[in-house]
């Protein structure tokens, strides 16, 4: 049974580019009030601004994610402004491309904080109240990448895989409460990905790439559709559950010659 948005709020994050836009754009066409929230202004402004047009109620907040004492404050707003989290689209995050012993700390301390850390402490912050509540729904942004390791994006992959691992684990402690969780791995997809990663899509990533739009509306029909997770698109579905057959070993000499030039 798919699940009404009327009237709910949600929460996206990383919601001034690529999937989150479009995961905005989902949740504002089912009647959702919108929560966009990412650091770049503007580009949130101009999406409020759409979605307002189109008759949505939308709020804009800039935080960085990165930073445990911005994200607690965030929250706390939130509350005095009265919003309530009934959806929450665990959306920012970006990737470090490049062999792991020359990749820069700082880059990969980032991409912890925002991809593991951010994901974890909002899911904490908000699913206690959703819970209360008998009503939430929570959507994990993961990764084809968190299925099989994958050298020059060896930390990335592992911090989706822990992503993939907590949310299947969560739905299952939630059943029962009103309250589900719902993890989506995309393959490559049309955004800014690549070029924040630092990476010229190969000749793979070139052949599998799929819309943003359309990753985003398969997501969120999975979540209102109250399934634990889902790989969007077919030919990413097979190479994902075909690495699980495979010796890890193997399955990361494979991945290592995809992610090639
Ligand atoms: N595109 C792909 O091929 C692909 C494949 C699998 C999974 N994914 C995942 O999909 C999600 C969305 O990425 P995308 O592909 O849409 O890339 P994108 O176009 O680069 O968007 C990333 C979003 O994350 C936000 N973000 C990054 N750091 C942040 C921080 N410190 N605080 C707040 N927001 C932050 C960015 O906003 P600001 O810069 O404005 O803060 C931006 O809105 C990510 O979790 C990514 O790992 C992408």
């Not at 084809?144 to 691992?165: C, D, E, I, M, R």
Request: glycine share 8%.
């Amino acid at each position: 049974m798919t699940v009404s948005l009327e009237r709910r709020t949600a929460l996206v994050t990383g919601a001034s580019s690529g999937l989150g836009i479009e995961f905005a754009r989902e949740l504002a066409a089912r009647g959702a009030v919108l929560i966009l929230a990412a650091r770049s202004e503007a580009p949130m402004q101009a999406l409020a601004s759409e979605l307002r047009a189109a008759g949505a109620t939308v709020h804009v907040r800039c935080v960085d994610l990165a930073d445990a004492v911005a994200r607690e404050a965030f929250a706390a707003q939130l509350e005095r402004d009265g919003l309530t989290v009934d959806v929450l689209v665990n959306n920012a995050g970006f990737g470090v491309f490049g062999p792991f012993a020359d990749t820069e700390w700082e880059r990969l301390d980032a991409m912890l904080a925002v991809d593991v850390v951010a994901l974890t402490h909002l899911t904490r912050l908000f699913v206690p109240a959703m819970r209360s509540r008998g009503f939430g729904r929570v959507l994990q942004v993961a990764s084809t990448g968190a299925f099989q390791p994958t050298p020059t994006y060896a930390a990335y992959a592992a911090a989706k895989s822990y992503v993939l691992q907590l949310s299947h684990a969560l739905d299952v402690e939630l059943r029962g409460t009103g309250v589900r969780c719902t993890v989506v791995s995309p393959g490559v997809t049309a955004t800014q990905f690549f070029a924040v990663a630092g990476q010229r899509p190969t000749w793979y990533q070139r052949l599998t790439r799929m819309q943003a739009s359309t990753v985003a509306r398969q997501g969120v029909a999975a979540m209102l559709g109250g399934r634990s997770g889902i790989i969007t698109g077919w030919a990413n579905a097979v190479m994902a559950h075909a690495t699980r057959l495979m010796p890890r070993g193997l399955s990361a000499r494979v991945a290592g010659v995809l992610m090639r030039n």
